[in-house]
């Protein structure tokens, strides 16, 4: 009987965490729909600095992030403001996956891209398992994306 609880219990966090990363994915992909529409909407330098204000653009373990192709310059980060005007295209996560130049390839072949990485959760400020889902700025060299913890 010991071995039957045990297994239910086991189950039971397996479909808890499922559900989780279901959700992440889920509510990432909404954000970067409102974000996206921000962009179009405002065009880059208003959507920039409204991201960069962070509010509603950092929520939990996700945040926004507005990219230029050139230099994978970083226009806006709602997580860490201070990273604006960096150049990102040589950045390699912990595992050196170079993931912001690797967006931007899928992001120019696709116009949409889903990046794993290893970097910072902004939850814990621990190296983490995380994605960034991107989609093009239409009409610009840029991409607007959602980087995301489960």
Do not use: C
Not at 60 to 79: Q, R
Request: hydrophobic share 50%.
């Amino acid at each position: 009987m010991n071995r039957w609880i045990r297994a239910a219990a086991a189950a039971i966090l397996s479909a808890s965490a499922t559900l989780a990363a279901a959700d992440a994915v889920t509510d990432a992909k909404a954000m970067l729909a409102e974000a996206h529409a921000t962009v179009v909407a405002k065009g880059l330098p208003a959507a920039a600095a409204e991201f960069n204000a962070g509010g509603k653009w950092k929520r939990g373990k996700a945040y926004v992030v507005l990219v230029e192709f050139n230099g994978g310059t970083l226009l806006a980060h709602a997580d860490n403001p201070k990273m604006a005007g960096k150049a990102m295209i040589e950045a390699k996560d912990a595992t050196g996956k170079a993931f912001v130049q690797e967006t931007i390839n899928n992001v120019k072949a696709t116009g949409e891209s889903l990046v794993e990485y290893r970097w910072a959760n902004p939850a814990t400020k621990k190296i983490d398992n995380g994605r960034l889902m991107a989609r093009r700025v239409p009409g610009q060299d840029a991409y607007v994306a959602i980087g995301f913890w489960e």
